[in-house]
């Protein structure tokens, strides 16, 4: 099982960055796949999640500036950031878990998790 995110950078406050959450050697189209992030010093918190069928809920510290989505023949996820703001800065993961029919936010509910890519949002 492989979850690999890329996409990660150094972008500037008001910018916009695509994450991808390439993944392999799991059933994916019945997986939900999580984003968390964990900034320096903070534990790691939700950000978004989408289900199998494409139901979807953010933290709302992201709710209307971020989106995800899917690609199924990709075995891949999408998140969508626009309107960075420096507390966005964190190293964000994703990670894939199955068995629940509804958005999961716990991290518990996740089976697979994928190394982490940086986001830096900074002037």
């Known amino acids: 099982v492989q979850l690999q995110a890329s996409g990660g950078g150094l972008v500037q406050p008001g910018g916009s960055l695509r994450l991808s959450c390439t993944t392999s050697?799991?059933?994916?189209?019945?997986?939900?796949i999580g984003w968390f992030r964990q900034a320096p010093g903070k534990e790691r918190e939700f950000v978004t999640t989408?289900?199998?069928?494409?139901?979807?809920t953010y933290a709302d510290s992201v709710r209307d500036r971020f989106t995800i989505s899917r690609d199924d023949a990709k075995n891949t996820v999408y998140l969508q950031m626009d309107m960075l703001k420096p507390e966005d800065t964190a190293v964000y993961y994703c990670?894939?878990?199955?068995?629940?029919?509804?958005?999961?936010?716990?991290?518990?509910?996740?089976?697979?998790w994928g190394q982490g890519t940086q986001v830096t949002v900074s002037s």
């Open positions: 050697g799991f059933d994916f189209d019945e997986y939900a």
């Open positions: 990670a894939a878990g199955c068995g629940y029919n509804r958005p999961v936010r716990a991290a518990s509910f996740y089976h697979y």
């Open positions: 989408i289900t199998s069928s494409g139901s979807s």
